[in-house]
């Protein structure tokens, strides 16, 4: 180190914490080591995953209610959890699904709402309903989150899918025996039920119905405690236990004894079968049956070594499956979370290579390492957070990381450069590291703050796209805080302590990197300098020409031009088909189109590559499949749906698609005249909702299903639009029974037909109990010979209080009709859906919903008295959103104002800087059409995130133009050319390093960053126009607002009669020097 670096610390005046810090290296040194070994350490401690893990602001109240009709469900269940949920505190929308067999109700959540408190509310109030149905079960009441599924696995085979299903168990249980796995089940196989089955002439000899033979198995298999008796010798536990787990334990119960003592035992009368409850539900796997193990990730637990543990403890459970039984792995979370972090780390490497050549190209190449050093010191600075603050490292978190990466060393480029400019003035490095540092620490405070203020609006957007993006906010916050204290508190100190280059590579690097510095400074002096002077003559011209762009780029906006997509899809390796047949269809018609899926996927396989490209194939009757997005569940069940899912390799290993796929799957199927809808859908990830969701709402269902077949008309005469799905549908046959007078003669009431005929079809549950892991029911049927058909049911004979028997078609009046195969209801009133999916490319959803509404929405209610309409789904999603980024848009400009009127002293001067806002996006529009995007809600956040990045040039060239007045008192003209030469080259390595940071993904090929990349363009692009707008539209403005000042204080003068000031002196358009 040589005198001028050392010996200087002594000259230096002033004293304060940035001073105290560059003169103590050793403080700034530990301060850094601090913030590096934190960040390492607590890395370890990050979750890790694929997407955030969220609670979506909603609460799940789910009612099974066996055997029931959704009329009944309806009736018995969801109006009295409605009326008890409706109006707690926190509550703000009430939607309830009625099925067969079981209700849903989700509560919405106000924004504001404490989740847990009214979590707990719900919970209370439906504890307090007294009026469920006696067979109805217990509620179960939840917030709605996405579970992190990691792997899934699948047995398979040529065996019983008893047999499958035990291997299964088998798996699991091997699976959660290991410390590094905490949850797993089980998919694709119905529930374990032990069934006994009493024919009608058993039931007549021996006097008994079926809810007494429940009730006998009930007595007779249980465990039940007795106490404990102290004897002299110790204690003494008493039991009775009569519990019986298997076909002969149930066979071998008494149901009849006769005087003499004989009994007549269970299986003398019924047949007691081990088997799976009464479902259309299956699955297969390469064409075999198959049941499918799901192992997911808890807490803290890392994918990575959650599949690697599945995978090793495969291998060895693998050996001893017996002959004919596989298993195979299906979908591996934690694969595709490896490919999107391999996907973003490449990316962050490439845009940190890339800021560091710039800061090499436009720095001394020892002040741009120093300056490239707060990157990992901050982001390991927030990597320490990160716990703390419940965020993981997933897909958007990493994101967040490589939108800041650009933004990062703003702060510190703007210190670095200022005290690498007093430095080759002449000033000793110590001196030129706390004065340059003091000059500009006031703007470089204010402009990240600016830019926090910017990005907190992202943390109060309502609903599923809140939840899920709000870890942007948290990071690039977190981010840029540290920076600050970086630039402001380590920097000085390594730049204040380095020695001038003598000679060998640094003097060489440095001799390169002068030459360049010569290079920039005569483009300033020769290019810029002359322009802006030009530019600020005619002022009025450059920014009416600054205006007239902005205008024309909003009219493109306007015009529908340039397309919106709320949230693009994202591509996954997973393509799926859903089927959906009109209601009550039989299971063997739905798997006939279910084998036409199969069969048509297979021949495009084989076009595609064939076995190299697919990992499995797997098909299901009886649901949809999964739904992502809010709420999560399943799409439908039933014998009436199925899905195919086609699995491939992850897509660096093939070279299709697999959207291009499941476009060419569904033209080969081509139409299916049996099916009501058929969906195929390549997408993965978070999802807000259908592009087109139309709710409508009426009390007469007659007047709801022809307002939904208009608007199903409607759509699908409309061009991109396919998929379309009407809520309204015919139900199952059903059959209505009214007591007659002849019954209530004979002592017969409602109840005594409803029970009995409920435990002839439906069943007699006698009891629950625990098998391992697995809850198995015990009832009492018919066989299933005698249960068949409509003749059975009318010819089902009912027992009398006095033990006679009558026919059910005379004990009750039957009439034949249709039930709702669901029933949907909004705040208490029936809805029905007409939903539809877009082709890309083909239809936007702004363009089709906008169509729709003034064709026909606006209409239907003078059409239909007493309908009303709303847009739901993505729309609702986008409504709420767009609203709250709106109000939230509002208020970081206010912020961003008073951070900025606060150094300034001033009304006019923030407007000023805040000028560039609004060119900003013109230059993230210009991005998105450049390259061929539609904007999306993405881009949305980017924009609004966008008004506190451009604002901090501006800021630090008003900034330094207010400084030119004060010390050197220079003409308006003259400072604010003066100050863009002097902070040219900090206001274009800001915006270069920004741009560069985000270049790598902004040009990322993969389909699977596509929803990311919006943002990325929004920014990058934005501060890249927001610089010119900066340098020249800035000052512009900057010099009509002091006309307008001057024009209006000689306009006061001349009231007063004073004497007008001498005329100015005419602006020169002569060279600026640069060492000002």
């Not at 209610?65 to 509550?91: K, N």
């Not at 002068?514 to 810029?528: S, T």
Request: proline letters at 5%; charged letters at 20%.
């Amino acid at each position: 180190m040589d005198s001028n670096s050392s010996g200087s610390s002594g000259m230096v005046a002033g004293s304060g914490a940035i001073a105290w810090m560059a003169k103590n290296p050793v403080a700034a040194n530990l301060l850094m080591i601090l913030l590096i070994v934190g960040g390492l350490l607590m890395a370890g401690r990050v979750k890790q995953e694929v997407f955030p893990e969220t609670e979506l602001d909603m609460v799940s109240i789910t009612v099974p209610y066996p055997g029931a009709s959704p009329a009944e469900v309806e009736q018995g269940i969801v109006l009295a959890v409605e009326e008890a949920v409706r109006g707690i505190d926190g509550v703000k929308r009430v939607v309830a699904t009625a099925s067969e067999g079981s209700a849903r109700i989700n509560a919405e959540l106000t924004i504001d709402a404490d989740d847990e408190k009214v979590l707990a509310d719900v919970k209370s109030a439906v504890d307090r309903i007294t009026s469920l149905p006696k067979d109805a079960e217990r509620p179960v009441v939840s917030l709605v989150t996405n579970r992190s599924e990691v792997i899934s696995m699948v047995v398979y085979g040529a065996q019983d899918l008893r047999v499958l299903r035990k291997i299964a168990e088998q798996a699991r249980d091997v699976y959660l025996s290991d410390p590094r796995i905490t949850q797993a089940d089980l998919a694709g196989a119905p529930k374990k039920e032990i069934s006994i089955e009493v024919p009608r002439e058993q039931l007549r000899v021996h006097n008994l119905t079926l809810e007494q033979i429940a009730q006998k198995v009930s007595q007779t298999s249980l465990q039940l405690p007795g106490g404990g008796v102290k004897t002299a010798t110790g204690e003494v536990l008493v039991r009775t236990d009569e519990r019986r787990e298997d076909e002969r334990g149930f066979s071998e119960i008494p149901v009849v004894t006769g005087p003499a003592g004989t009994e007549v035992r269970l299986g003398d009368i019924a047949r007691v079968r081990e088997t799976f409850a009464e479902t259309d539900e299956s699955a297969s796997f390469g064409g075999m049956s198959a049941v499918m193990i799901r192992v997911y990730r808890i807490g803290s637990q890392k994918p990575l070594a959650v599949a690697e543990a599945v995978r090793e403890l495969t291998a060895k459970f693998e050996a001893q499956l017996p002959e004919g039984v596989k298993i195979a792995q299906w979908q591996d979370m934690s694969e595709i979370y490896a490919q999107r972090m391999d996907l973003l780390m490449r990316n962050a490497q490439t845009g940190l290579i890339l800021v560091v050549l710039c800061l090499s190209l436009f720095l001394e190449i020892r002040v741009a390492l120093w300056v490239a050093w707060g990157i990992p010191t901050s982001f390991l600075g927030a990597l320490f957070l990160m716990p703390m603050l419940g965020v993981s490292v997933n897909m958007i978190s990493l994101f967040a990381f490589i939108v800041v990466l650009g933004m990062v060393v703003d702060d510190a480029i703007v210190v670095g450069e200022n005290i690498f400019e007093r430095a080759q003035r002449g000033e000793s490095y110590i001196d030129a590291a706390i004065a340059g540092s003091r000059e500009v620490g006031i703007p470089v405070v204010f402009s990240v703050l600016t830019t926090v203020a910017a990005f907190t609006p992202l943390f109060f957007l309502p609903g599923f796209m809140g939840k899920f993006m709000s870890v942007i906010p948290v990071i690039v916050i977190s981010v840029l805080l540290f920076s600050l204290v970086e630039s402001l508190f380590i920097l000085p100190a390594h730049l204040g302590h380095l020695s001038r280059p003598q000679g060998g590579i640094y003097g060489a690097i440095f001799r390169f990197q002068q030459r360049f510095v010569v290079g920039l400074d005569r483009f300033i002096e020769k290019v810029y300098a002359p322009i802006a002077r030009a530019a600020l003559r005619f002022r009025y011209f450059t920014l009416t020409l600054g205006f007239a762009t902005l205008v024309l780029t909003l009219t493109y906006v306007a015009s529908g031009l340039i397309g919106f997509r709320f949230l693009p899809g994202i591509e996954g390796d997973v393509v799926t088909a859903a089927v959906e047949l009109p209601y009550g269809s039989s299971v063997e018609q739905t798997r006939r189109v279910q084998e036409r899926l199969v069969r048509t996927a297979q021949e495009v396989v084989k076009e595609y590559g064939g076995d190299p490209v697919l990992r499995g194939l797997f098909a299901q009757v009886g649901s949809r499949g999964p739904v992502m997005g809010p709420g999560g569940g399943s799409g439908g069940s039933g014998g009436h749906v199925a899905n195919v899912r086609v699995f491939f390799v992850p897509s660096d290993l093939r070279d299709f698609k697999t959207g291009d796929f499941a476009a060419e799957w569904r033209k080969r199927v081509g139409p299916v005249p049996e099916a009501k809808t058929i969906n195929f859908s390549a997408n993965m990830g978070p999802s807000a909702g259908k592009p087109v969701d139309v709710e409508l709402s009426h009390a007469d269902e007659d007047v709801l299903e022809r307002a939904a077949d208009e608007v199903t008309a409607v759509l699908r005469g409309y061009a991109g639009v396919h998929d379309v799905e009407n809520g309204v549908a015919l139900g199952k046959p059903q059959l209505d029974l009214t007591l007659t007078p002849e019954a209530r003669t004979l002592g017969l009431t409602s109840t005594d037909i409803a029970r009995q005929v409920r435990g002839a079809f439906y069943g007699a549950e006698a009891l629950r109990q625990q098998d391992g892991r697995d809850e198995v029911r015990v009832i009492a049927r018919l066989p299933l010979e005698e249960r068949r058909s409509e003749h059975d049911i009318e010819e089902l004979l009912i027992r009398t209080p006095q033990g006679g028997e009558v026919p059910l078609h005379e004990a009750a009046v039957i009439e034949r009709g249709r039930s709702w195969p669901s029933i949907e209801r909004a705040d208490g009133k029936r809805i029905v859906h007409v939903t539809a999916e877009l082709r890309e490319g083909e239809a936007t959803p702004g363009m089709v919903n906008g169509k729709l509404k003034a064709e026909l929405l606006d209409g239907l209610p003078d059409k239909y008295p007493g309908l009303s309409w709303q847009m739901g789904g993505e729309n609702r999603e986008q409504a709420e959103s767009f609203g709250s980024l709106k109000t939230g848009a509002l208020m970081a400009l206010l912020a961003i104002y008073a951070l900025l009127a606060i150094p300034f002293r001033s009304y006019v001067q923030p407007l000023i800087v805040m000028a560039a806002i609004p060119f900003g996006l013109v230059g993230a529009i210009g991005g998105h059409i450049l390259l061929g995007y539609e904007l999306s809600m993405m881009s949305m956040m980017g924009m609004v995130a966008l008004s506190g990045v451009v604002v901090n040039d501006s800021l630090v060239l008003i900034d330094a133009t207010n400084e030119f007045r004060r010390t050197r008192a220079l003409s308006h003209f003259d400072a604010v050319v003066a100050a863009g030469v002097r902070r040219f080259r900090p206001i274009l390595l800001t915006s270069v390093t920004t741009f560069f940071g985000l270049m790598p993904m902004i040009l990322e090929p993969s389909v699977q960053a596509r929803f990311l990349i919006p943002m990325a363009i929004s920014l990058g692009f934005g501060v890249m126009f927001a610089t010119a707008i900066t340098l020249i539209l800035v000052p512009a403005l900057y010099l009509a607002v002091e006309d307008l000042r001057r024009g209006l204080r000689a306009w006061w003068d001349l009231v007063k009669g004073k004497k007008p000031p001498p005329p100015r002196a005419p602006e020169s358009l002569e060279n600026y020097p640069l060492d000002v």
